[in-house]
């Protein structure tokens, strides 16, 4: 298997050193297992999709300005 080497901040690695029963290279592994077919799912939804890339982000910034909206209501 492959070896893949990350960088952390040394705030998390403090948390996760309160955490030494954890095996955190697995649960990278899951996260980055889930993160991976999410993506394939993504790729396969999108993948007949006739938008454009000026489409695409026209969208996304209504999205943005309709959340931006949502979170100042509250």
């Not at 990278?28 to 000026?54: D, M, P, W, Y």
């Amino acid at each position: 298997m492959p070896n893949m080497t990350l960088a952390i901040p040394i705030e998390l690695k403090e948390k996760m050193d309160h955490f030494r029963e954890i095996n955190w290279s697995e649960v990278a592994r899951q996260a980055i297992r889930e993160k991976t077919v999410i993506l394939e799912k993504l790729n396969k939804l999108f993948s007949k999709s006739k938008l454009g890339e000026r489409d695409i982000e026209k969208y996304a910034l209504v999205v943005k300005r309709g959340v931006v909206r949502k979170h100042k209501a509250v």
